[in-house]
């Protein structure tokens, strides 16, 4: 049935989508210890094609050192047969070349494969180089890739901040709303004192007030007026006949004022 297929085919593209989107979240989440592993994994399998190559490396040092041995000994027999010939011995002379002979066989049935296991063993090494190289590589890519990461993370929580997004209960929106509440309360108080003050003249509560300090000072100056008249002494009683002979008598306020003077 069409309709079947095509349903379990858009359920099992969803599942991947999940599934891929996991993944990624789970990578974020371990961004730096999934780097370190892959690089961990390149060192491994650099390590698994070096003993390879030494293997091959290894045969191709045991097929050279026969190849050579051969090589040795055919121009070993070429010498013994020269000095046989010296010695005028040409039976011994063709024996020695025979056995030289012998040895060119193998030579020749070597060199096609010593040849061949030369330039793997040349290729191989190589390529390990350019491995090794490209995993140093790898590993400075790495280290790079891990500060980036870290660096845009901080960069991107910072911007997220300052642009008042993330998440819900954000500190910064919090103390906007903290600070909103704040000058609402302020404001709300400035109306009601103005409301409490509507009707009252203060001009002319000042004024009444100053009367009323006047009022006190001018009692304060009447009061000490009043002790200092109290303090002062009495005018010494004088007959009328001494007086109306002698010298003027002095008011009861002169006499005063020289007591004070």
């Not at 010593?114 to 290729?123: F, G, I, M, W």
């Amino acid at each position: 049935m069409p309709f079947v297929g095509d349903f379990f085919s858009r359920l099992g593209r969803v599942a991947r989508g999940q599934a891929n989107s996991g993944v990624g979240a789970l990578e974020d989440a371990t961004f730096e210890a999934t780097v370190n592993q892959t690089v961990a994994d390149m060192r491994t399998e650099l390590n698994k094609v070096v003993q390879a190559s030494a293997v091959a490396m290894s045969n191709y040092n045991r097929l050279d050192a026969d190849y050579q041995k051969y090589v040795r000994q055919a121009q070993d027999w070429k010498d013994r047969a020269g000095q046989a010939l010296d010695a005028g011995n040409e039976d011994l002379a063709k024996k020695a070349l025979a056995k030289k002979a012998e040895c060119d066989r193998q030579i020749a049935s070597m060199q096609q494969a010593v040849d061949a296991a030369h330039q793997t063993s040349e290729k191989l090494k190589s390529q390990v180089g350019e491995l090794k190289a490209k995993i140093d590589e790898g590993e400075r890519t790495a280290t790079t890739l891990v500060a980036r990461k870290n660096a845009a993370a901080a960069q991107r929580k910072v911007a997220e901040a300052m642009a008042g997004v993330g998440n819900a209960d954000n500190a910064f929106s919090q103390l906007n709303r903290f600070e909103e509440s704040v000058s609402k309360d302020e404001a709300t108080a400035k109306a009601f004192d103005e409301l409490a003050s509507t009707g009252k003249d203060e001009d002319l509560e000042k004024q009444f007030a100053q009367l009323s300090n006047h009022g006190v000072d001018a009692d304060l100056a009447a009061l000490k007026a009043e002790r200092l008249a109290a303090k002062a002494p009495a005018a010494p009683y004088i007959p009328k006949e001494l007086a109306a002979g002698g010298a003027p008598i002095e008011a009861p306020a002169q006499a005063v004022e020289k007591a004070q003077a």
